[in-house]
Nanobody, 121 residues
Framework: QVQLVESGGGLMQAGGSLRLSCAAS????????MNWFRQAPGKEREFVAA????????VYADSVKGRFTVSRDNAKNTVYLQMNSLKPEDTAVYYC??????????????WGKGTLVTVSS
């Protein structure tokens, strides 16, 4: 069993930066691929970024490539999402999720409750 708790969301002006954290409980954290998804009002939940179990491989959605960086610290059971050059279209609730694959939204084993990021223009 893994429980995930996101933090770090808030209100930011366009062009600014935020770092989201996702703290995990449970000893199995380091065995999972960790994913970040987001859901904007009225839209489906979409994949943002993922990091492999060991942290050596990352994948990004085209919409955030070059602006966002995903990383993890298995010693601290935490995954991070550094978000730079924020745009109003990045406004969404951001969720971290643990699974065996990248971007497999319907196959994630565990989800956090999300943290809201609002980017003003």
């Amino acid at each position: 069993q893994v429980q995930l708790v996101e933090s770090g969301g808030g209100l930011m002006q366009a062009g600014g930066s935020l770092r989201l954290s996702c703290a995990a409980s449970g000893r199995a954290f380091s065995s999972y691929v960790m994913n970040w998804f987001r859901q904007a009002p009225g839209k489906e939940r979409e994949f943002v970024a993922a990091v492999s179990s060991g942290g050596g491989s990352t994948v990004y959605a085209d919409s955030v490539k070059g602006r966002f960086t995903v990383s993890r610290d298995n010693a601290k059971n935490t995954v991070y999402l550094q978000m730079n050059s924020l745009k109003p279209e990045d406004t969404a609730v951001y969720y971290c999720a643990a699974g065996r694959k990248v971007a497999d939204r319907d196959g994630m084993a565990y989800w956090g409750k999300g943290t809201l990021v609002t980017v003003s223009s």
